[in-house]
């Protein structure tokens, strides 16, 4: 795609009604960019979003894009997700992390039992949930009724502003031959605390702190195995039949956050391309738009980008084509969206860094945007479902017809 070009966006669901409600949802998705880029700045200054910000998601419905519609959500399919990340993530990585992040709880509680949405929903259909999805990081006791959780989880993203938390854990068990069972407990922000731990260089708008729980119970229906997210049927499917509640949630996990990626790689591209129009050199008052260098570096990365773009809705899109069909994903499809999801954000680091490097010292001031961009493309890259090495290595044993080491998919 041409740097300021828009991309070619839609659910493809065939669905009219569909295809306008998304294009609606999209539409204030964009309208909400030149805002949240004025406000860049002091996002990172807060470490979290401005309650104005919050506001904003709030009233434009973006939250709620994946919510079921019996609640009043908007019943999208999952590819909006990365769409709407990408818009908002062309003026502010942070805010679009956040979104997507907190959109993707109201798309998981619709696959909760009907008990736990009653009682989320019921209070406030626009109540936020954070999470943290590092099942090492707690340990639950199965008891008469539900579990005893105790732990201490990282990079819980925006969840100053939530009410409830999505954590992950593994469930203790005397008898080894039960194996391991990895599973999502949900809590009122009375269960646990929040330690103020977020300092960082990058997406530094999140607010992504950690959380303890100490000895907390936790009532079965308020918590899912993770192997009923594996794709078909969920506990929530009965009350919410549309395919989305069937998709299957850890293989997508990449695609919650690769958008994010992808705007924030697109602006970095379209200010670079616009600088370059305009810039004389320093040394030589050539114009840099006359340069071959220039030109390559332009074409390689927008590239990249878009064959990033590409391989990001095209999983999404052929998923939610499968559960439509009653067809749920084999291992090898599993660990190919898992690749292809570190692959895709890869592929967008690679284009800042090198459009970073093509800037020379004008992207070393902290006035500029690009700083920004840079720190924002390698904190991105740094989580663990874009790590190539993991989920390459993955793929790999599966194509070998050795066993998945993943334990979610």
Not at 30 to 58: C, F, I, N, V, W
Not at 365 to 375: A, N
Not at 392 to 398: A, K
Request: glycine share 8%.
């Amino acid at each position: 795609m041409a740097p300021g070009q828009e991309p070619s966006m839609g659910q493809h669901t065939g669905s009219e009604a569909g295809e306008r409600a998304y294009a609606a949802m999209i539409a204030k998705a964009g309208a909400l960019a030149p805002r949240l880029q004025e406000r860049a700045a002091r996002t990172e200054e807060l470490r979290h979003l401005p309650p104005e910000t919050e506001k904003d998601l709030h009233d434009a419905g973006l939250f709620r894009m994946l919510q079921p519609a019996r609640v009043g959500g908007a019943e999208l399919d999952y590819v909006a997700l990365v769409d709407c990340a990408e818009l908002l993530a062309r003026a502010d990585a942070s805010v679009a992390w956040n979104l997507a992040n907190l959109a993707s709880h109201h798309w998981m509680l619709g696959m909760f039992d009907q008990r736990a949405q009653e009682l989320v929903w019921g209070r406030d259909p626009d109540a936020l949930i954070a999470s943290s999805f590092i099942f090492p990081a707690g340990r639950a006791t199965r008891m008469e009724g539900g579990y005893r959780l105790h732990g201490s989880w990282p990079f819980s993203s925006g969840v100053a502003s939530c009410e409830w938390n999505m954590l992950a854990s593994v469930v203790n068990s005397d008898d080894e031959a039960d194996g391991i069972e990895y599973r999502i407990f949900l809590l009122p922000k009375s269960d646990y605390k929040v330690l103020d731990t977020w300092n960082v260089t990058g997406l530094r708008g999140t607010g992504s702190c950690d959380v303890e729980v100490r000895d907390t119970f936790v009532p079965d229906h308020m918590t899912v195995a993770v192997v009923e997210l594996a794709g078909g049927p969920t506990p929530g499917s009965r009350v919410n039949p549309n395919p989305s509640y069937k998709l299957p949630v850890f293989s997508l996990f990449p695609y919650v956050l690769s958008g994010v990626a992808l705007g924030n790689a697109q602006a970095c591209l379209d200010d670079y391309a616009e600088v370059a129009r305009h810039r004389i050199s320093t040394y030589n008052r050539a114009k840099l738009s006359d340069f071959q260098s220039t030109q390559i570096k332009i074409a390689e990365a927008s590239a990249k980008i878009d064959a990033a773009r590409l391989i990001m809705r095209s999983a999404c899109i052929d998923a939610m084509g499968d559960a439509r069909r009653g067809r749920i994903p084999d291992m090898a499809t599993k660990t190919r969206y898992r690749r292809d999801g570190a692959f895709s954000v890869n592929l967008c680091t690679d284009a800042v860094s090198m459009l970073f490097a093509a800037s020379g010292a004008r992207g070393l001031f902290t006035t500029g945007v690009l700083q920004r961009q840079f720190r924002d493309a390698h904190a991105i890259n740094s989580h663990l479902a874009f790590n190539f090495d993991a989920a390459g290595t993955n793929y790999g044993r599966v194509a070998l017809g050795l066993p998945s080491e993943n334990l979610t998919l």
